[in-house]
């Protein structure tokens, strides 16, 4: 059977997309094998956003994810709300998922409290017994620009202007820390002796 997968504002890592209008798109590359368990797993920041950039605060953000599923004329609804620690202004969305095995229909709704605009990125789906790493290329050089490990965690890389990497660094639950950097120089040469 063949499920209709219905994807509203999604994107895969690559771009930060705001809670606004609807998308429909159909993905036909992509498909969940009913019954099975998934993990949809994303990032969330609110534009009101009133506590600290890196904050262990247990207020959590708005905006959320909902998966709805359409079985035999049923509709089954799945909140995803952000919890845990605020890391550079950013809270994350874990939730696991089963597909129901009659599905017709799949929706994941990015949905944002009226009056306020939240912000999705990074949202990746994958099977439960699985891991999932992620890279992010600049469209322009073709340079690896972060690296998303199995918790969705960044790795970023910085580049000189003649394209030498010269700064890592890792998000952890307390921050991003700087966790390597490179200078370098040319020396200069006299010509007149």
């Known amino acids: 059977m063949k499920i209709k997968i219905i994807i509203i504002l999604f994107v895969f890592v690559s771009s930060t997309i705001q809670a606004q209008t609807s998308l429909n798109c159909s993905q036909d590359s992509f498909s969940l094998v009913p019954g099975q368990q998934y993990i949809l797993n994303g990032w969330v920041q609110d534009s009101n956003n009133q506590i600290g950039v890196n904050s262990q605060n247990a207020l959590n953000f708005e905006g959320h994810i909902v ?14 709300y952000p919890s845990g620690a605020i890391i550079d202004g950013w809270q994350a969305i874990t939730q696991k998922f089963t597909v129901p095995e009659d599905i017709s229909t799949l929706e994941i709704k990015l949905v944002s409290k009226s ?28 340079r690896l620009m972060a690296e998303l490990d199995e918790n969705n965690y960044a790795t970023f890389y910085e580049y000189d202007k003649e394209g030498g990497l010269i700064r890592v660094k890792k998000e952890t639950e307390q921050g991003v820390y700087t966790i390597q950097e490179t200078r370098s120089g040319n020396q200069k040469i006299d010509v007149d002796n």
Not at 67 to 80: A, G, K, N
Not at 115 to 142: A, C, E, H, L, W
Request: negative net charge; aromatic residues 14%; glycine residues 4%.
């Open 115 to 142: 009056g306020s605009t939240s912000y999705f990125d990074d949202i990746r789906i994958f099977p439960f017994n699985g891991n999932m790493k992620s890279f992010v290329y600049d469209p322009t050089t073709q």
């Open 67 to 80: 998966i709805t599923t359409l079985v035999d004329s049923e509709t089954m609804e799945v909140p995803c």
